[in-house]
């Protein structure tokens, strides 16, 4: 693996050739232009014109540039506002893409602002399901649900919390997440984002625009919504939720969308889509300190803990799931 500095190296070699071959003029700065989760690096690449694009360092042997590429079209065809892929060079893992600015969601969002920003968010994941053509995208399948699902005994349980499961705690967990696959599974299958969320959306014209898109697959219609409004950095209480999720499922329902009729069936698949993810983001988090070394993802846990466990009581059949929690914690 070519060390990290050696890449930028390589990565403003790569741009100062493209930038003069296709503007004349190889004069550029970078500056770092957002974190992320995975070995992803972004750089915004300031012009000597005043203009500014962003630069993606994806190092090949970790990170595939390729699906980023097919789901920017996806979302543009699909009237989205998504990064153009200005330039690529897939084998050593670059990507030149349109810069989106630097107001996001997360830093913009209050009281006041919530109503409009998750309106244009609901609008735009709308279109973004319409969209929806078999064949695009990987499905999201039980296979891949479960091994989300089983980061949480693996990394939470195991790595974080230095805990092992009975043998009767492992199949009521079990048990659980049988649940979960059988909801998701049950759901129309759409266009999935996978994280869809205040701080993959940025504050722009049109808005939003749609950052973090590369795990995109065809699955559960309730996943993107319960992704924006049980966020993994900011809580809305229960009630806000409800509101902004009975919204969502008017509009799409307009819109044709192949929802749930009665809003009590769409909630209980929502609630419990959610589930799914807060137990995998939980597992994914704790992997994220302990594999890779980047520790403040752990602050977070407690809002996710938080989430699971006030589903979990509101459904009798997630009890066994609350009952490990009140053991684990």
Not at 24 to 34: I, K, P, Q
Request: charged share 25%; with cysteine.
């Amino acid at each position: 693996m070519i060390h990290a500095d050696a890449r930028r190296t390589a990565l403003e070699r790569w741009l100062a050739l493209h930038l003069r071959s296709e503007i004349g003029d190889s004069r550029f700065t970078l500056t770092a232009a957002s974190e992320d989760a995975s070995f992803r690096r972004y750089w915004r690449v300031s012009l000597a014109d005043g203009r500014s694009t962003i630069a993606m360092d994806a190092p090949p042997d970790k990170e595939d540039c390729r699906p980023f590429v097919r789901v920017s079209r996806l979302l543009r065809e699909a009237g989205l506002n998504a990064p153009e892929v200005l330039a690529q060079d897939l084998a050593q893992g670059f990507l030149l893409l349109s810069d989106l600015g630097t107001r996001t969601y997360l830093q913009e969002l209050s009281a006041a602002s919530a109503g409009a920003l998750f309106g244009d968010a609901t609008d735009a994941l709308v279109r973004w399901q319409l969209a929806t053509r078999a064949g695009e995208l990987p499905p999201y399948d039980e296979g891949l649900l479960r091994r989300e699902m089983n980061l949480f005994p693996e990394w939470y349980v195991s790595r974080h919390l230095k805990k092992e499961l009975t043998k009767a705690q492992k199949d009521s967990l079990e048990g659980v997440f049988r649940l979960l696959v059988q909801s998701a599974l049950a759901q129309p299958a759409v266009y999935v984002h996978r994280d869809y969320m205040p701080r993959n959306l940025m504050v722009c014209d049109p808005n939003p625009g749609v950052l973090d898109f590369q795990d995109a697959v065809l699955g559960p219609i309730t996943y993107d919504v319960v992704s924006l409004f049980r966020d993994a950095f900011v809580s809305w209480e229960d009630e806000q939720v409800l509101d902004w999720s009975v919204r969502y499922w008017e509009r799409a329902k307009r819109a044709g969308l192949p929802l749930e009729q009665d809003f009590g069936e769409f909630w209980r698949a929502f609630e419990w889509m959610g589930l799914q993810r807060h137990l995998k983001v939980l597992g994914i988090f704790a992997r994220i300190n302990y594999r890779d070394g980047k520790p403040k993802y752990l602050e977070d846990t407690p809002r996710f803990i938080a989430y699971a466990r006030s589903v979990a009581a509101r459904y009798g059949a997630l009890a066994p799931l609350l009952r490990l929690f009140d053991v684990l914690e």
